[in-house]
């Protein structure tokens, strides 16, 4: 079975609900926004003079703990709220959906002729102030490296999807870079935009690329915080970047706390000695408390994004269509959706966001059924 056959597979969709007023339910201190693309955390009302220089920290409460330190590696949500701060794509997405440059000097277009009339040649030219960490310079050398990286089937890619198209590769020179498209495919700078990129030269010849020991133990990346220390089972902490080749960062010092148990994690917020929790870190009967307490900011975001649970069609059980749509119909998503998620998303049959451009508002609805459900297994064999 081929690698991309199995990666569609694993994301085949049991049970959806979207997370457009869920995903981004941050609870903070100074209003804080996850990810945000220049200081790795943005306030949402912005300081009228930004600070001449990096002041002050925050500490973001997480009830899952960052393990997973190479970006381009499979991983979870927690893992990018590090990757945001620490590492950098060749470009990002802001708050209007539009991309801006990071990691590029300009983001490729047709319009600026970084993109061929047919969508297979792109010509890339770098931003030459960027710098790892280290000190060594960024180059297009490391893109063509992190490219052929994802490619090669011997890394557990988390994806290769669009990437896994780009071909004949050309250093022009240490800021400029071309490539070819097998075939045109509209979703790869929204892709580009969500990988973030690692040095060559600290990786290229590691006996294990899967498991580097020595760059997982002090990543090194581009983004407007640098790596300090990480206390496994307790916290990560992040200092800012001084040579950083973008606006920002503002805070001196980003400190993720793992807090495994939800309770204490919300007295954390409460006392103050957490500064910022996501939607794990507010449990449904706390919900309407937070939003009264003093100097506290609970704030619904609009994202679009989706939850969902998937099936492992490698398991002979879950290959029959019988037990996926009983398992489906057995699924109250209203129900986790005001116990669990404050009733703000809203249900979907789908595993794309209303806001995408490929969401189909029209596919069948599928009502919560045990009964139904039930039936279906009866019928295709499968007896208790």
């Not at 990666?7 to 969709?13: F, L, Q």
């Not at 990480?230 to 606006?247: E, F």
Request: net charge negative; proline share 9%.
């Amino acid at each position: 079975m081929s690698e991309d056959r199995k990666n569609e597979i694993r994301s085949d969709t049991l049970l959806t609900a979207t997370r457009r007023r869920l995903l981004a339910l941050g609870a903070s201190a100074g209003a804080l926004a996850w990810a945000g693309p220049k200081s790795g955390w943005i306030a949402s009302a912005k300081a009228a003079t930004p600070p001449s220089k990096p002041t002050g920290q925050a500490v973001i409460g997480l009830s899952q703990e960052p393990t997973v330190f190479l970006p381009l590696l499979a991983h979870i949500e927690v893992d990018e709220g590090v990757y945001f701060n620490l590492f950098s794509p060749l470009w990002r997405v802001d708050e209007k959906g539009s991309f801006q440059p990071d990691l590029v000097a300009e983001v490729p277009t047709l319009k600026n002729g970084g993109i061929s009339a047919d969508g297979l040649q792109w010509h890339l030219k770098l931003n030459d102030k960027a710098k790892w960490h280290d000190g060594t310079p960024f180059s297009a050398d490391d893109v063509k490296f992190n490219i052929e990286l994802i490619q090669n089937p011997k890394f557990l890619a988390g994806r290769r999807s669009g990437i896994d198209l780009i071909q004949d590769i050309k250093v022009l020179g240490p800021s400029e870079l071309t490539f070819t498209l097998k075939k045109p495919y509209a979703p790869l700078p929204s892709i580009l935009s969500w990988t973030f990129l690692v040095p060559k030269h600290l990786l290229e010849k590691a006996s294990n690329i899967n498991k580097p020991e020595a760059f997982l133990a002090q990543p090194v990346g581009t983004g407007a915080f640098k790596w300090v220390e990480r206390v496994p089972g307790d916290h990560i902490t992040l200092s800012a970047n001084d040579a950083y080749h973008g606006t920002g960062p503002y805070l001196e010092k980003l400190i993720f706390k793992y807090v495994p148990d939800l309770t204490v994690l919300y007295t954390q917020f409460q006392t103050g000695d957490v500064d910022y929790i996501g939607i794990q870190g507010i449990t449904p009967d706390h919900y309407e408390e937070a939003k009264s307490l003093a100097d506290r900011h609970v704030t619904p975001v609009p994202q679009p994004f989706i939850e969902n649970i998937a099936f492992n069609l490698g398991n002979p059980i879950f290959q029959d269509p019988a037990v996926r749509e009983a398992l489906y119909l057995a699924m109250d998503k209203q129900s986790i959706i005001e116990q669990i998620y404050y009733g703000l998303p809203s249900p979907t049959e789908s595993f794309l966001p209303k806001q995408s451009w490929a969401f189909n508002p029209d596919l069948p609805k599928q009502a919560y059924d045990q009964e139904k459900a039930k039936k279906l297994l009866d019928d295709a064999g499968w007896k208790p």
